[in-house]
């Protein structure tokens, strides 16, 4: 058998690698999947990798909830996954002997049922080529940083600043200083992300103490830029774990602080190469106009999607910078979608409601899927807002789990984007995960009610 170009390269450069983990992403954004041995890479990219598909549906305990009968009812079949090329890296947050490498799930086109989400996302991307276009992605996550040990109660608390015997209740957005407390480990994410092809770039200091945002750079492929998300969490979680500490992309993880974003800027390219937001100046052309109208329509079936959690909606409130109508506007943060500011090739919508704790590959279906029916259906956005439009809740959108699994389990727009049977899986997946949820009696329920 003989390697890819790939396998040898990486053997080549990396002699001290002794394990590979071959990655799966799975419906709640969580890393999954097998450990194994490095002589036996070359097999893994001829052969592929056979696991149980119901990983897949698994909840974010993993637990696996025999998620519309797949996993217990049917016997739990296995499938196939392979490599995706330009992911086979070293995981130097493990030390020398680790890399790892992103799979995804071997589905034929005609298979009625879909498990994985990056092959979800693929089938949205087919449908902007088959109008000419392109979509240019990028992410950015926010994600805390917490003392490894609880408080008392199980509460997270801020870190120990490094250097100095004082917990980090900071609240300096955009601080260099909060940057420079945690110098050691941006300079390990700087490292191990181009170490792991992430085109990271830009770090800032958020509104909440250890509080931080990466930016990742701009790929002409949406479904790279989904892995580099995914990807990336896991690269944050590791080389926290490296310097003592936690990370979190828990959308809310303190009640009185704010919650972590996960934002997406998108631009379309047509067959030429051509940015066709890039018209009419600062206003962009009708084509953005129409993929926000889109975005907007979509909006409210795909909630659940942005958030997957009861607990992510508590991200949502007045007056935090957080989306709290379906609505959009010109460089204007308290929007839905925004259009930043910048050169008109870099036209581009910035969509703003997800927390950081969603699947970016569904998340990227959501705003995609609604983009495109904007174009296609010629869909108008209405008036921009200016000034605040998250000065109070709004009637809009729904604003807990249960509302939104119903708007989407009634949506128009998503179910003709979504392949197969993914939007059942998930609506059935989410609704048992609730259920399982407020199963569990908080001290809050016994403190007022027993």
Excluded at 6 to 11: C, M, N, P, S, T
Excluded at 82 to 111: C, D, K, R, Y
Aim: charged share 20%; with cysteine; hydrophobic share 40%.
């Amino acid at each position: 058998m003989n390697p890819s170009p790939e396998v040898q390269d990486f053997l080549r450069r990396f002699p001290l690698i002794r394990y590979i983990d071959a990655i799966f992403i799975d419906m709640c954004g969580i890393a999954r999947g097998k450990r194994l041995p490095a002589d036996q890479l070359a097999g893994l990219y001829s052969h592929g990798l056979y696991l149980p598909a119901s990983i897949f549906a698994l909840d974010v305990t993993g637990d696996q909830l025999d998620v519309l009968g797949r996993g217990f009812s049917d016997g739990d079949p296995d499938g196939c996954g392979f490599p995706i090329p330009g992911t086979l890296a070293p995981a130097p947050w493990s030390g020398a002997e680790l890399g790892q490498v992103l799979m995804s799930l071997h589905e034929p086109a005609a298979q009625q049922f879909c498990y994985d989400p990056r092959n979800v996302l693929a089938a949205v991307v087919g449908r902007f080529g088959d109008i000419g276009l392109t979509p240019v992605v990028a992410c950015e996550l926010e994600f805390y940083l917490l003392d490894a040990e609880r408080a008392a109660g199980g509460e997270p608390r801020p870190p120990l600043l490094p250097g100095l015997n004082r917990r980090d209740y900071n609240n300096q957005v955009y601080s260099l200083e909060e940057l420079d407390y945690y110098q050691e480990f941006m300079r390990d994410l700087q490292q191990w992300s181009a170490a792991q092809n992430i085109p990271a770039t830009f770090a800032s200091a958020e509104f909440g103490p250890a509080q931080f945002e990466i930016n990742l750079l701009h790929r002409p492929d949406a479904l790279r830029a989904a892995d580099d998300a995914a990807l990336l969490r896991r690269l944050v979680k590791g080389a926290a774990q490296a310097r003592g500490l936690q990370a979190t992309f828990m959308s809310k993880p303190y009640a009185d602080k704010v919650g972590s974003g996960l934002h997406l800027h998108i631009s379309l390219l047509n067959e030429a190469g051509e940015n066709v937001f890039n018209s009419n100046g600062a206003k962009g052309s009708e084509v953005l106009l129409h993929a926000i109208g889109g975005v907007c329509r979509a909006m409210q079936e795909s909630m659940a999607i942005f958030a997957p959690s009861q607990s992510a909606f508590r991200r949502f409130a007045p007056n935090l910078f957080v989306p709290v109508s379906d609505c959009w506007g010109y460089n204007n943060r308290s929007v839905a979608v925004r259009v930043p500011p910048g050169s008109d090739s870099a036209r581009r919508l910035e969509h703003r409601v997800s927390g950081a704790d969603a699947n970016p590959y569904l998340v990227g279906t959501a705003v995609l899927a609604g983009m495109h029916y904007g174009i296609v259906t010629k869909a108008e956005p209405g008036e921009p807002i200016e000034g605040n439009a998250g000065a109070k809740l709004t009637p809009d959108l729904a604003l807990n789990m249960w509302a939104a699994l119903a708007d989407l389990a009634e949506g128009e727009i998503l179910p003709a984007y979504f392949p197969g049977n993914y939007l059942a899986l998930y609506i059935d997946g989410k609704r048992r995960e609730l259920e399982k949820f407020l199963r569990t009696i908080s001290p809050l329920e016994y403190e007022w009610y027993l």
